[in-house]
């Protein structure tokens, strides 16, 4: 039977002209962004707390995000990782406690409890590559007082089973919901279940300031302590600045503050999230419903699709050497396709597995009686899935030529290598 050849063997692409770039809120900057950051220019007053003529960027930011997802208290930040930092020191996590995250997130989630004086403990994931419920309860040991479930790209994670293992042992619950914000578990919003809980506007993320992030929470005692660690100790809007307040909620702080500039672009881009949510996904299903019945293909299994925010259509194949081929293959073709996190489990990194930080004091490992060991093998799952992957990220400047490439790209690798 005649085949066309494959790009990867010297035929011709399906596609020579580049894929638009995964950036998705940034892909939408427009008029919006620009004339938001110009009026903070203008106003002169780039900082949130005062200035000559204070707009209040940040506190619209906050209030629209509060609302949009339905939470009481949105406190911006300068990143994701610092928005980590601010919840679990506002939840009281340090030295001496243990912080469960799944094998399968970003270097920022275990970084971030690093930073906090707590030491990170990895569960392993599900077929949905986000921690897996069950693998919670293995890891729990009397040091353990908090837990960070992050859904992977744009799928939300089994919330209900998780708060419901937090409660029987006591765990504080923060989501890490930089990845996917405006996903949905059950209809409701990722980051409206947990104490405590953080989003990224880093630039690969659904909305974005470049940098920048934000904690939510509807408890008024976790949202004082996020707002003083993120400013120093203080509360200026509640007893100024430098106060001498002596009460015992008072310590010491960092700065975290956003921004107005950020702030400012942030209350654009979230006029945006509905729009680009529903562009990845449309574009996502549509190619997903084309490829399904493609023999030797599998996908990712979502927690609830009608929840997704789209921006990953993540393929599992047989075997890593498959995924390998597959991923060459429909590069060549012109179809960026990677694997997350070199396709290892994130305690693999160095810096991880051989507990190093920036000073040689053995902090925060050393709280315990016991050494903490990182092993290779104790998330198997992680290992299986993460090196069988190819994904393809979106963005809502994604066309329905580019999807068409996608899928006919698809299809030919497939004939080939499957
Ligand atoms: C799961 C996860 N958590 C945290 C972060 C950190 O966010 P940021 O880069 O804004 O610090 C990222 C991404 O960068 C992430 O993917």
Request: net charge negative.
């Amino acid at each position: 039977m005649y085949k066309e050849k494959l790009a990867i063997h010297g035929g011709e692409p399906v596609r020579t002209e580049p894929m638009p770039p995964p950036y998705a809120g940034a892909s939408v900057y427009g008029e919006e962004e620009e004339r938001a950051v110009l009026e903070v220019i203008r106003s002169k007053s780039p900082y949130r707390y005062y200035g000559p003529n204070v707009l209040g960027k940040v506190r619209e930011f906050e209030k629209a995000f509060s609302k949009k997802i339905g939470i009481e208290y949105t406190l911006g930040v300068t990143s994701g990782t610092a928005s980590l930092v601010v919840a679990l020191k506002a939840a009281g996590i340090g030295p001496g406690d243990k912080v469960i995250v799944p094998a399968c997130t970003f270097l920022a989630t275990p970084g971030a409890v690093v930073c906090a004086g707590a030491v990170p403990v990895f569960a392993d994931i599900d077929e949905s590559m986000n921690i897996d419920p069950d693998a919670i309860e293995k890891v729990v040991d009397k040091h353990t007082k908090a837990i960070i479930p992050v859904p992977i790209l744009g799928n939300p994670c089994q919330m209900d089973r998780i708060m419901e293992i937090a409660h029987k042992y006591n765990l504080v619950v923060i989501e890490d919901v930089a990845q996917s914000c405006g996903s949905k578990y059950k209809g409701r919003y990722s980051g409206t279940f947990g104490d405590i809980n953080c989003f990224s506007l880093q630039i690969n993320k659904i909305i974005t300031t470049g940098d920048g992030g934000a904690v939510v929470t509807n408890d008024p005692k976790l949202y004082e302590r996020a707002v003083r660690y993120h400013d120093q100790g203080m509360f200026r809007e509640k007893e100024g600045f430098l106060s001498k307040s002596s009460a015992d909620d008072v310590f010491i702080g960092q700065n975290y503050r956003m921004s107005e500039i950020t702030g400012a672009i942030a209350v654009e881009q979230l006029k945006k999230l509905d729009y680009i949510v529903e562009s990845m996904r449309k574009i996502k299903y549509n190619i997903k419903d084309q490829i399904r019945d493609i023999p030797g293909i599998g996908f990712r299994r979502i927690n609830d699709e009608e929840g997704d925010a789209g921006n990953s259509l993540i393929i599992y194949l047989e075997n890593p050497e498959k995924a390998k081929e597959f991923r060459e293959a429909l590069n060549a073709e012109g179809i960026p396709a990677s694997f997350l996190y070199n396709g290892e489990p994130i305690y693999m990194l160095p810096q991880i597995f051989n507990k190093k930080t920036a000073d040689s004091s053995g902090f925060p490992f050393n709280q315990f009686d016991e050494e903490i060991v990182y092993e290779k093998d104790m998330c198997p799952k992680a290992w299986d899935i993460m090196q069988r992957t190819a994904t393809i990220n979106f963005s809502p400047a994604f066309t329905e030529k580019d999807a068409e490439d996608v899928v006919k790209a698809i299809h030919k690798v497939a004939k080939y290598i499957l």
